[in-house]
T-cell receptor, first 113, second 113 residues
Framework: DTGVSQDPRHKITKRGQNVTFRCDPI?????LYWYRQTLGQGPEFLTY????????KSRLLSDRFSAERPKGSFSTLEIQRTEQGDSAMYLC???????????FGQGTRLTVV | QQQVKQSPQSLIVQKGGIPIINCAYE??????FPWYQQFPGKGPALLIA?????SEKKEGRFTISFNKSAKQFSLHIMDSQPGDSATYFC????????????FGTGTRLTIIP
């Protein structure tokens, strides 16, 4: 068990480009969450999967954002037509059906220039 | 709309002191209140959590005090050490415990030798 893994750790992109992040949860965890954290703030909930089903999406997740978890294992978060306001740390977390603890990955830091 | 208010924003305590971080919530449907610790460049890690049916929970040097009528909860760190220097976030959620965590804005704690 290597914990929640996120890739890449850092991404710098030009405004208007598309970016995709990947999250590999802990292997037996069926729940997966995406959060966004800006400097000096707490993480903000973006979306949540149980297995492959996306059960909830925050209104923060505009139509430029899309998340998938096609086989109930890894997940991807894509941001289309990035804006400078998208610059943040994108955190992934996972948990199991029987354990209330959510384990967070180290995050992907996105900088839009 | 911030549903979990956290204070102070930063805190400096001498080694051995007892830092206290406070949080207040608005949504009475919240029924799970975790505290997370975050070191620079890392994702948040669960420290301790409480449900509203108890007023206090201790795990090692960390204690949560919970006041349901006041809708407030706090984290106390006993015998604080320089290694406890980190950012601490309170959070709250409804239901099983992990769906849609609402985080406070964080407290940057520094323990000086």
């Amino acid at each position: 068990d290597t914990g929640v893994s996120q890739d890449p750790r850092h991404k710098i992109t030009k405004r208007g480009q598309n970016v995709t992040f990947r999250c590999d949860p802990i292997s037996e965890h069926n729940r997966l969450y995406w959060y966004r954290q800006t400097l000096g703030q707490g993480p903000e909930f973006l979306t949540y999967f149980q297995n492959e089903a996306q059960l909830e999406k925050s209104r923060l997740l505009s139509d430029r954002f899309s998340a998938e978890r096609p086989k109930g294992s890894f997940s991807t978060l894509e941001i289309q037509r990035t804006e400078q306001g998208d610059s943040a740390m994108y955190l992934c977390a996972s948990s199991s059906r029987t354990n209330t603890e959510a384990f967070f990955g180290q995050g992907t830091r996105l900088t839009v220039v | 709309q911030q549903q979990v208010k956290q204070s102070p924003q930063s805190l400096i305590v001498q080694k051995g002191g007892i830092p206290i971080i406070n949080c207040a919530y608005e949504n009475t449907a919240f029924d799970y209140f975790p505290w997370y610790q975050q070191f620079p460049g890392k994702g948040p890690a669960l420290l301790i959590a409480i449900r509203p049916d108890v007023s206090e929970k201790k795990e090692g040097r960390f204690t949560i005090s919970f006041n349901k009528s006041a809708k407030q909860f706090s984290l106390h760190i006993m015998d604080s050490q320089p290694g406890d220097s980190a950012t601490y976030f309170c959070a709250a959620s409804i239901g099983f415990g992990n769906e849609k965590l609402t985080f406070g804005t964080g407290t940057r704690l520094t323990i000086i030798p």
